[in-house]
């Protein structure tokens, strides 16, 4: 994915003003000429909005942008108005890009260029709250699905307007996709249209490489669609597709639109891969500022050309000074990326252990899995986009005396194959699970990756132990426990950022199954948290009611998430009659809830104040949005002393 990690390209950036495309539209020049002049001139915008937000996709936005840019110019009648046509990406990805050219015609607001991925702005992957989306995306294949309701409900209410969804192409590998395609045909839905965004590639390599569509539009013409194929960057040939679906009265439509990925930055397009290059560059995250003013120069200058062959010849770009790098500050400690510990733990068990085989879905970048496919390639299965597919391919090798490790982001695997781990939880078979990019941060992809629902899921599993580390030591030790001795499942939640350690690890440290290890003493009360980010806080948290005078906090690292040892809590929380919790997911099924149960059982139960993250995960910067959950260490501190009295 590569964008978790948010990187602003510093120094001076360009972007068009919202004038400029005004006066595009008013120029006397052809349809596909001024669509053209406006998707490039939304590339440019959305370049800016990236490299100033440090991460997102430039690859999918800038291979959708033609398609966009004409739907909305000339495709969509009643655009923008309550009961006009609708619009909407299946995928997420392309949000740049669409944001740019709601901005540049008017449906945003200009100054909405400088939120991408902030506080209160536009959020990482298409939300409701922002005005002009329809419908919530980033978690893929639900698309076509919603596009059915929406022309169902129109059909019955006696509403005409057609409905256009642009789905990926490795969006195709998840079966909803496919179920949603026969109905949709045996009910008429002739006001639906379906657009591919075929750019042969799936978050870092292509498609044919990871599961293969063979002929796709045979496919969706076996199930009945009306079916066309078109060059996706030629205005007029997406003109006359759109036509003909429109002309379509009896089926709904599909038009696979060949692609490229990173069009109109020529290093940025896929096609300008070498041969033995496995992984595209610029999927996702932010461009060096080299790269951004590479990028930024030649798509102004096509944009400079555009622009004379529709009579403007005066434009110039804004210029906007986002500061010099600022010195990197010292340290206070080391910073660890639990991924890293994890990848290397996993290779030295597989090098003992020759039953362990990893199962990736498409994630082979953020799950830390590319060395164990270097080192054992026949024992790495790439199961694509398809978490459901993936997880029953894992009982099978667990059925077969394979110990199977499946690996994906936790906002994903967890929730969308809960059927297909539940049957296997049933039969007791052996799965180690690994969800990475799990809990509130990083917090700029927005809810539909941020993994706060996960330990729930899993914790309800029969014969099922869920962890989550807080620094390197315990991620290999944790790694080692699920696969080597711990005798059933386990689900590891993992951080995918290098966070700064600021804690010595205890001397003498060793995994205790079912037990927590203090990092630092207190005489007040005891405050139990889990994972390398909210460990810090909690941490600093406790240093901030310090330095006001009291409480003296007790932090405890508890990793356990649902098997916590009952006598060894007790002992924890003996003489103590308020203990707090931080949890780094939803109230309802986290640590919280589980220490709860068993607190509850004592004798003389202390009272139990929980921290969690409440309502929507927000989208932003990481540190405002721990602050706008009031989970940050200044907002921990003040309800720790509040929730003492």
Known sequence: MGDLITQTVEGRLFRADTALFDRVGRSNGSPEAKAAAIADLARFNALYMIARAGSGHIGSTFSSLDIVAWLHLEAMAG????????????????????????????????????LLRRLDGLPGHPDIDTPGIVTNTGSLGMGISKAKGIALADRILGRDRRVYVLTGDGELQEGQIWESLPSAVNQGL???????????????????????????????????????????HDMAAIGAALANARAETARPSVIVADTVKGKGVSFMEHTAMADDQLYYRYHSGAPSADDYRRAADEIWDRVLSRLGELGITDASPVSIDTGASAPAAAAAGPRERMIDSYSATLLACAERDRRIVALDADLILDTGLIPFRDRFPERFVECGIAEQDMVSQACGLAIAGMLPVANSFACFLTPRAN????????????????????????????HSHQGTRDIAVMGSMPHMTVVEPGFAAECEALTRWCLEDNPAGAYIRLCPLPVERGFDVPAGYSLRPGQGTTLREGSDTVLFAYGPIFLAEALKAAALCAEAGGPSVRVVDLPWLNSVDPDWLAESVAGHDDVFVLDNHFPLGGLGG?????????????????????????CGRNDEVLARHRLDAGSLAARIRAGLG
């Open 594 to 618: 589980h220490l709860g149960l068993l607190l509850g059982a004592l004798p003389a139960p202390p009272r139990l104040h929980h921290f969690a993250v409440e309502g929507v995960p927000a």
């Open 190 to 232: 002739d006001r639906v249209t379906v657009i591919v965004d075929h750019n042969k590639l799936q978050s870092d390599s292509l498609v044919a490489r990871t599961s293969d569509l063979g002929d796709l539009p045979a496919k969706f013409a076996a199930f009945g669609w009306h079916v066309q194929r078109v060059d996706g």
């Open 419 to 446: 059927e297909q781990i539940y049957n296997a939880a049933t039969e007791r078979r052996k799965i180690v699970y690994m969800g990475s990019l799990a809990g509130l941060i990083p917090a700029g992809p927005g």
């Open 79 to 114: 655009d923008g108005l309550p009961d006009g046509d609708l619009y909407f990406s299946s995928k997420g990805h392309d949000s740049p890009g669409l944001y740019a050219v709601m901005i540049g015609l008017g449906r945003l607001p200009e100054a909405s260029l400088d």
